[in-house]
């Protein structure tokens, strides 16, 4: 059985991008993608060993949901009536264009419409700003839980593993009667994106490596606030803002339960960025120690698929502040400014 992924979504969300980004090179050839104008018209089949991937044509700006619905629940019903269950769609991403920063109504009603067999794909997450990120995560937990929801970058090759971990969760369930070409299945899955999977991750390990640079380097430019206590809300939501990009890396929304767990790994995070605030010539080793550690634990935890219990993160925590002891961040600051 080779399963069938149907993608749809408003136009210019990305949907032929990142059926290009998880296929194999010349799978979906460049000029099937458009310059956010539509370029898919009805359905377009991109058939791989392992799966069909379903290019839907996308949302036009003055079609109503309904007319959208319809004509996507169209195909939907087409291929169950066939009888064959080659034909089925075992699940649907819905692709929300995440430079636009918030979920629209019209996507809200279809996601919610969609919600047995969709995985909510957010895509182009790179473009993301600092004060847009919490407000699209909210946006976006109202609407299905978090594992329902994959933050990706097709340009940038981030999120992509966790989208085909959750892909394959969903197709195998739904082909899940057909016990005898289950494990045939994985084992194919598997095999076709081993190589891609391993480039994945170390541009997913490097982008998050970067993202802990920065933020520890913010920090420490942050410790140079003269005002006690003045830069303990600007520390925490830098830290903040690391960790939900570190998870966008990793195709993770983050919510607050988790963005609490993280930030407070360090047992005396708090503490330690008081004491920066009235120890001026400690301030920056601190305050960009106690991120870089906070980094390091989270990208361990979003690499483990967030299994790590409290104990193991701790102690990804205390190495990264060692290793953050390394780097002499107030120079880094100076050849910086």
């Known amino acids: 059985m080779t399963p069938n992924i149907l993608i749809c979504g408003k ?4 949907k032929t991008s990142l059926i290009q980004a998880v296929t194999h090179a010349g799978t979906v050839p460049d000029e099937a993608i458009g310059d956010a104008e539509a370029t898919t018209r009805g359905f377009d089949v991109y058939e791989t060993e392992i799966a069909n991937f379903i290019d839907c044509e996308g949302m036009e700006p003055g079609q109503t949901v309904e007319q959208y619905s319809s004509f996507i629940m169209g195909e939907v019903v087409k291929r169950l ?74 340009h940038n090759r981030t999120g992509l593993n966790k989208l085909l971990d959750k892909a394959l ?29 391993a480039r994945w991750e170390k541009q997913a390990s490097d982008e998050a490596d970067g993202y802990i640079n920065w933020a520890a380097g913010r920090a420490a430019a942050i410790a140079l606030i ?34 609490t767990m993280l930030a407070g790994v360090a047992g005396g995070s708090i503490a330690g960025k008081l004491a920066a605030s009235f120890l001026p010539f400690l301030k920056i080793p601190i305050a960009a120690g106690i991120t870089y550690g906070v980094g390091k634990a989270a990208k361990a935890y979003f690499e483990s698929d967030m299994t790590l219990d409290m104990d193991d993160l701790k102690e990804k ?14 120079e880094n600051q100076i050849k910086e400014d």
């Open 81 to 154: 009536d066939s009888d064959s269950v080659e034909n089925l769609v075992h699940n649907i991403w819905y692709c929300v264009d995440g430079s636009g920063a918030r979920i629209q109504s019209a996507d809200a009603r279809l996601i919610r419409q969609f919600s047995g067999k969709v995985l909510l794909v957010v895509t182009k997450s790179e473009t993301l700003r600092k004060d847009q990120t919490e407000a699209m995560m909210t946006q976006l937990l109202d609407l299905l839980p978090a594992d329902r929801i994959v933050m990706v970058s097709s």
């Open 226 to 259: 003269p005002l006690p206590l003045a830069d303990v809300a600007p520390l925490m939501a830098n830290e903040a803002y690391m960790i939900y990009r570190i998870g966008a890396a990793y195709g993770y929304a983050v919510d607050k339960s988790i963005l």
């Open 11 to 14: 136009t210019g969300a990305g």
């Open 169 to 197: 969760e969903m197709t195998a369930q739904a082909i899940d009667a057909a016990n005898d070409e289950l494990a045939v299945f994985r084992s194919r899955w598997n095999s076709y994106y081993r190589n891609m999977r």
């Open 317 to 330: 925590f205390i190495e990264g502040e060692k290793e953050s002891k390394n780097t002499d961040w107030k």
